[in-house]
């Protein structure tokens, strides 16, 4: 994350706002807040802001909503900002109105701690977010991890058909191997796993992931590859407008 730029909470004041713009902050993410994005380009003029990501509320009442985002990136110094939807699903005109101001990525509510997380990073990333060959989602699924004869528990910060990130305080040791039983929607799944790398404390740590462990699938079944590639179908669809 570049610390620089800022995370731009975009829309009416409410009690939804005010927690997406609270645990945004607590990512470790710079955070501001303005009703419209003319209100967004005197904060940023008052306050010397510069923008990587805009939330933006799918019913926010402006004319030309990706005229507003134009002249953000444009009077802001922010030519690299990415517009994301967070909020209630929209529906109709909203998601159209979305649509025309080239917002692609979205925040649907609920929105789980994982997710924004992952959207925020995304975001920031722009378009080196596509560079990336296996398709990752962020989850909520929690899982058991086994090593050695030892039983620890983990939650699953991200997950691609080849592999997954897993939060968790006890990360075994880069190389070490390992047996996941993943507790996705689609049901359990049980795999072998390498560990790659290691995100803990001090000054290799990693600010834009949770503390943890990135892992490499390196057997899984047939059942258990449909059942991965399933959830990240479903929840894929759920990151874009």
Known sequence: MNPERSVLILGEQS???????????????????????????????????????????????VVDLGQGLDAL?????????????AGPVPLGEEREQLHRAGVELALWE????????????????????????????????????FVAGRQKSATVYTLSRGGSFLDT????????????QLHLPEGDVRVAARVIYTNVPGNLQRGQLPFGMAVRF???TAASSIAIGDCIDRQAGQLTV
């Not at 789980?112 to 990336?132: C, E, K, V, Y």
């Open 15 to 61: 009690a939804c706002t005010s927690a997406l713009a609270e645990r945004t902050r607590q990512l470790g993410f710079r955070t501001a807040r303005a009703k419209t994005p003319q209100d967004a380009v005197l904060l940023a003029e008052e306050r010397g802001f510069r923008f990587g990501v805009v939330l933006v509320q799918p019913d926010l009442p």
């Open 73 to 85: 990136r444009a009077r802001c110094q922010s030519g690299d900002l990415t517009a994301v939807a």
């Open 110 to 145: 609920p929105v789980g701690d994982h997710a924004l997380r992952f959207q925020l990073n995304r975001a920031m990333a722009g378009p080196r977010r596509s560079q990336r060959g296996d398709e990752r989602i962020p989850t909520e699924c929690s899982a058991g991890v």
């Open 169 to 180: 305080r006890r990360p075994s040791q880069r190389g070490a191997q390992l047996a996941l």
């Open 218 to 220: 390196i057997e899984v």
